[in-house]
């Protein structure tokens, strides 16, 4: 019967949303496939599962009574470093990337700069920045400064590439009617490109501080700095209350951020 | 409008009041300050006899990634088909959770408002926390291997995908869901029939999008003990074996290119 006719006696059914029958199966089949290659791949120790449920339920009951005040010191360090290094990276990154997005930009920039901006972001998006930060710890040695660093790498790749996809797409009747003027290159950038893409670039800025105070708890586990080391430490050492409590100061300054940062943006725009 | 006027009493037009231009140069100020004063904290924080050889010590590093090592390629392929493993079934087990969690955080399809609130911390927790932690977290309870991997990628997929996912079931039409309710369809049909159809675009490229960044963050789990080509890259970093690094990132940049153009495709043909 087809689809008509079982609709008529109350049997509709929706339309495949592969048409192609036999890409359909063929792309069940695979899927299938390399599903049960992939979870026979992955082997458990359910012995060690078993004896290791006991320590979760621990850190389960640490979030009940996370223990704020023993490592205080510690946590107050690795969280004054933390922030420091978001603020500091966070403005260095951008300050960087927005000569390497106006760069990256196809519209406005020649053939050669535009294939070394590019190169420039996907070598900094491509890294994760634990594995940055583990040649920078190399360079400069531990410390802070390793961390500020990297996440500044960071930034770059990230703010450059979505700096570039605005500038890109704006509206190019207003660069024309400044550049009717006779404007100069840096006129045009600074009263026909500018005035478009800042509330995004500003909206963008503030959601790398986020990610970058977020990143700023882990690069520390390589030893670039932060709270990320004190979080490692007391996990290592089985202090699951401090760690809890960490994970919490994180959590709750994560949300301040977003709170904050989706102000800031209802503002500029 | 913000004029003043010159002594001949002319109104010159102006940008911005006298009010708010001080007040702006009073946020710059104290912007540069603040950051003036955190540039301090990292400063004191730093030793500067070990940033003095950075240039020294950076072209030692590179001198001894080069030439990669490139036999020991053909031991990483294991490591890397666990890595892929983690992303994929990570991402798979992450959307499988944050599919739900989405629906009840989207104010248009929750059940109750305080149910709204319980699943927006989910998102919130998971999105707060990186999968690096999460992986630490879990390999001390489940065990070094790549388990704690996939659960460390699902658990930082939720947020991610159900924040996505929930904003994306608050922008849709409501017409053809009011269309479902009023055929007399049940919650569940209005669900499937209204909503679902309406999402599904965007859900799946949310999750292709993630499952990209996955295969990134998967890379590293391994420094904590998570399984894929991070144990690796572990091993081969502690044993000082830098030509063996390098074929490993020249590895994971490759493999991380090709998951993002596949990604890129796929939300192409999809949206």
Not at chain 1, 21 to 27: E, I, K, P, V
Not at chain 1, 153 to 167: P, Q, R, S, V
Not at chain 2, 144 to 158: C, D, E, M, N, T
């Amino acid at each position: 019967m087809t689809r008509e006719q079982l609709a008529r006696v109350g049997r509709w059914q929706r339309l495949p949303r592969i048409a192609d029958a036999r890409l359909r199966w063929l792309l069940i089949g695979g899927a299938v496939i390399y599903l049960v290659l992939a979870l026979a791949s992955v082997q458990v120790n359910w012995a060690r599962v078993a004896e290791g449920m006991g320590r979760g339920l621990n850190f389960l009951a640490a979030f009940a009574q996370p223990d704020f005040v023993s490592r205080r010191g510690d946590i107050l360090d690795g969280l004054l470093e933390s922030l420091t290094m978001t603020l500091t990276s966070t403005v260095i990154g951008v300050a960087l990337a927005i000569p390497v997005g106006l760069g990256a930009a196809r519209n406005i920039a020649p053939l050669s700069v535009y294939l070394v901006c590019r190169g420039i972001i996907t070598v900094s998006r491509t890294f994760q920045e634990v594995i940055i930060a583990i040649l920078f710890v190399v360079m400069f040695g531990f410390g802070p400064l390793a961390g500020m660093i990297t996440l500044a790498f960071a930034t770059i790749g990230f703010m450059a590439k979505l700096l570039a996809e605005d500038i890109e797409d704006l509206d190019w009747r207003q660069v024309e009617a400044v550049r009717a003027t006779g404007a100069n290159w840096w006129q045009v950038m600074n009263h026909a490109v500018q005035p478009q893409v800042m509330p995004r670039l500003i909206g963008l800025s503030m959601y790398r501080l986020d990610i970058n105070f977020r990143e700023s708890a882990v690069i520390g586990i390589v030893g670039a700095g932060g709270i990320g080391a004190t979080l490692n430490t007391s996990i290592g050492r089985y202090e699951y209350d401090t760690s809890a409590a960490i994970l919490l100061i994180i959590i709750a300054i994560v949300l301040l951020c977003e709170y904050s940062s989706s102000h800031v943006r209802r503002w500029t725009q | 409008m913000p004029v003043t006027t010159t002594p001949q009493g002319t109104p010159i037009w102006r940008l911005r009041t006298t009010r708010a231009q001080w007040l702006g140069y009073l946020a710059w100020l104290g912007g540069i300050s603040l950051f003036l004063l955190c540039w301090k904290v990292i400063s004191d924080n730093t030793m500067w006899v070990f940033v003095e050889d950075a240039g020294r010590q950076g072209s030692d590093l590179v001198s001894r990634m080069l030439p990669p090592q490139w036999s020991y390629a053909q031991r990483l392929w294991k490591p890397m088909w666990d890595t892929l493993n983690i992303a994929t079934l990570g991402t798979l087990l992450g959307i499988a959770m944050a599919f739900p969690v989405a629906f009840l955080a989207a104010r248009n399809t929750s059940p109750h408002p305080l149910v709204r609130s319980a699943a927006l911390v989910i998102i919130v927790s998971s999105r707060s926390i990186n999968s690096l932690i999460w992986a630490m977290l879990l390999v001390t309870i489940l065990g070094p291997g790549v388990l704690a991997g996939i659960i460390a990628i699902a658990l930082r997929s939720i947020g991610f995908v159900g924040k996505l996912l929930y904003e994306a079931i608050e922008e849709i039409h409501p017409t053809p869901v009011e269309a479902i309710s009023a055929t007399g369809a049940s919650r569940m049909q209005v669900l499937n029939y209204g909503v679902l159809p309406q999402v599904l675009p965007a859900f799946a490229g949310i999750s292709v999008y993630r499952w990209d960044i996955n295969i990134r963050e998967s890379t590293v789990l391994g420094l904590v003990g998570a399984g894929g080509i991070g144990l690796q890259l572990n091993a081969a970093i502690n044993s000082l074996a830098w030509s063996q690094v390098s074929v490993i990132f020249l590895m994971i940049f490759a493999t991380v290119l090709v998951s993002e153009w596949i990604s890129a495709r796929v939300r192409h043909a999809i949206i």
